[in-house]
């Protein structure tokens, strides 16, 4: 798949991560990379005190480096150090001033961490500005912004937990429109959104024209990457739905169900369950540690095989005006009617055993048990739709979860949201398929199930474009 993402003959462009301290420049690197391990987050100041790189690739071509730097600490006093140094010294260009102050830095030791931070934005190719939009908008900002634009790189600001603060937001677009800023990006590190991430490599395009080609590359590669995440996660979702929704434990019917039968039950569900969130964090390289997840109440539904279903008489052949086993031994009837076997299910078995069908070899086990007066205990529908619920609530927020998030996701019990139309046909379908339950199928049915689960998960205008049943869940 990723033969495509070639080398090509550029060099990786250097993008410096600048700003003051704790405005999410090491948050930022982080959710670009999916890596909740690089640097260190703090909300103390100053947390970053060196200069720390990593890269993203498309494919095998490295196409960004991507420097952290340490936070500007007092931009104000290093604002009035360049001033006084700028007149004594001729500098042709702004960023000779830099230089020029940078080969003194001995003689300002109280302004090693910026010394960095400039050293980095003059070999850097663009420089994104970190910006927390819940700070005022005090001057050391705009000190900063003065002290930036001298490295006579692009600067592309970045606003950084925008959630919640919109006329915050508002307010530091205009200021920075007083720079000449007027480009600018929404990408918040903790409430991520892939489309923001998209957007940050097409601002980059309009800023280094001649890397257009090599940044599409990576917003292509990202946006395939992504798509498969998703598919994997929803096909994930899938597979724990047909697992559930098609166990059966076979009861006796003479001592009724125990509470061990339950438990079991219960026990079963609890670890598929958990498994697949095991599956979906590692899928988009999150862990344990990220969700706290509350245990999910099983109720104890009873399966019973419904000899008469439309579903049914269609496996054995029959229709609902049909009057005998088609193929099977004459004269054994079905009064469809009164709802019972007129010669007896123990003829109907024989019979369709003895035709050899390939519906009744698959349901002998639950015909014999009938025989037996036993039944089946299975998970119920309220049980694997709230399941279904959980999972599609755990997709999107994972999918919308920054890999600079400090908080845990808390994943509920109980949620009330409306299901599709159809879920129940599904269900009804993986009810009849036992086999489905430790295995995928290459069956056209089972994959047609696939696909329209998968496309409910992933698609963003489900709940619009569909028609809305509710379910009400007993708590």
């Known amino acids: 798949m990723l033969n495509k993402w070639h080398k090509t003959h550029y060099e990786p462009i250097n993008v410096a991560i600048v700003g003051h301290t704790n405005a999410g420049k090491t948050s930022l690197i982080r959710t670009l990379l999916r890596d909740d391990q690089f640097g260190q987050v703090d909300d103390a100041a100053g947390t970053t005190r060196y200069v720390e790189k990593s890269a993203i690739f498309a494919g095998d071509e490295q196409v960004l480096n991507l420097y952290d730097t340490p936070g500007f600490e007092d931009s104000s006093a290093l604002l009035q150090a360049l001033e006084a140094l700028s007149k004594t010294l001729q500098a042709r260009l702004p960023a000779d001033l830099l230089r020029a102050f940078l080969t003194q830095v001995d003689s300002f030791p109280d302004f090693v961490q910026e010394a960095k931070v400039l050293r980095q934005s003059i070999n850097s190719d663009v420089l994104l500005y970190m910006i927390d939009v819940r700070e005022p908008l005090l001057g050391k900002y705009l000190d900063e912004v003065k002290i930036l634009s001298k490295a006579g790189k692009p600067i592309l600001p970045v606003f950084n937990f925008i959630a919640g603060n919109n006329e915050a937001l508002i307010r530091w677009r205009e200021q920075l429109a007083q720079f000449n800023l007027h480009s600018a990006l929404e990408l918040d590190t903790v409430a991520f959104d892939f489309e923001a991430e998209k957007r940050l490599y097409q601002k980059l395009q309009s800023l280094l024209e001649p890397r257009y080609e090599m940044l599409q590359s990576l917003i292509d590669y990202r946006q395939e990457v ?100 088609k193929g099977a031994a004459a004269g054994a009837g ?55 619920l959980r999972q599609q609530q755990l997709l999107r927020t994972l999918t919308h979860r920054g890999h600079a998030a400090q908080n845990k996701l808390q ?65």
């Open 226 to 325: 992504w798509n498969s995440l998703t598919h994997a996660a929803a096909q994930r979702i899938f597979h724990l739905l047909a697992e559930v929704a098609c166990y059966r434990r076979e009861v006796a019917g003479k001592r009724g169900i125990s509470q061990a039968d339950v438990t079991a039950m219960q026990d079963f569900v609890r670890k598929a369950e958990q498994q697949a969130l095991r599956d979906l964090l590692t899928i988009f390289a999150f862990t344990q540690l990220d969700v706290e997840l509350q245990q999910l109440a099983v109720s104890d539904g009873q399966w019973e095989l419904d000899i008469f279903s439309p579903r049914m008489l269609k496996d054995f052949g029959l229709s609902a005006g049909a009057t005998a086993l």
């Open 334 to 388: 079905i009064d469809l009617m009164v709802g019972g076997l007129s010669l007896g299910a123990a003829t109907m078995l024989g019979a369709a055993l003895g035709a050899g069908w390939a519906a009744a070899r698959r349901y002998q086990q639950e015909l014999k048990a009938a025989l037996r007066g036993h039944k089946w205990l299975c998970v119920d529908d309220n049980t694997v739709a709230l399941l279904y």
């Open 411 to 475: 994943l509920s019990i109980v949620a009330e949201h409306a299901l599709s139309r159809p879920w129940y046909k599904v269900l009804n379908v993986l009810r009849q398929h036992p086999e489905w339950q430790t295995a995928s199928s290459s069956e056209a049915e089972y994959e047609k199930l696939q696909t329209q689960v998968i496309d409910w998960l992933l698609s963003e205008n489900n709940d619009a474009d569909q028609a809305k049943s509710r379910l009400n869940i007993e708590g």
